[in-house]
């Protein structure tokens, strides 16, 4: 399996960006579906965004959609999710994940996560 290593996380105001990144360690990243989940406190773990070992192939979760972007470089064995217009309702610990399949993550590698915190 591989590893995950989230990082970007931070407190910005409501409006504002934030890059995430995920490293992973293995020769075999590129062959691996990436997705971005996160978790707000009392709440269940949300889908936000995943993508195609090539990059070609990318969803998003309703609640982010237009809003964020997943990319991925399999040269540096990371992928990234840029947030923009964030909004206080993003606030949660975001996590990265690794799967054989795009299908499902739930079998997968996943990380630490990192914290995400908006202001009003």
């Known amino acids: 399996q591989v590893q995950l290593v989230e990082s970007g996380g931070g407190l910005v105001q409501a409006g504002g960006s934030l890059r995430l990144s995920c490293a992973a360690s293995?020769?075999?990243?590129?062959?691996?579906?990436m997705g971005w989940f996160r978790q707000a406190p009392g709440k269940e773990r949300e889908f936000v965004a995943k993508?195609?070992?090539?990059?070609?192939?990318?969803y998003y979760g309703i609640s982010v959609k237009g809003r964020f972007t997943i990319s991925r470089d399999n040269a540096k064995n990371t992928v990234y999710l840029q947030m923009n217009s964030l909004k206080p309702e993003d606030t949660a610990v975001y996590y990265c994940?690794?799967?054989?399949?795009?299908?499902?993550?739930?079998?997968?590698?996943w990380g630490q996560g990192t914290q995400v915190t908006v202001s009003s």
């Open positions: 993508i195609s070992w090539s990059g070609g192939t990318r």
């Open positions: 293995g020769r075999t990243f590129s062959s691996y579906a």
């Open positions: 994940a690794a799967s054989e399949t795009i299908a499902t993550f739930s079998s997968g590698s």
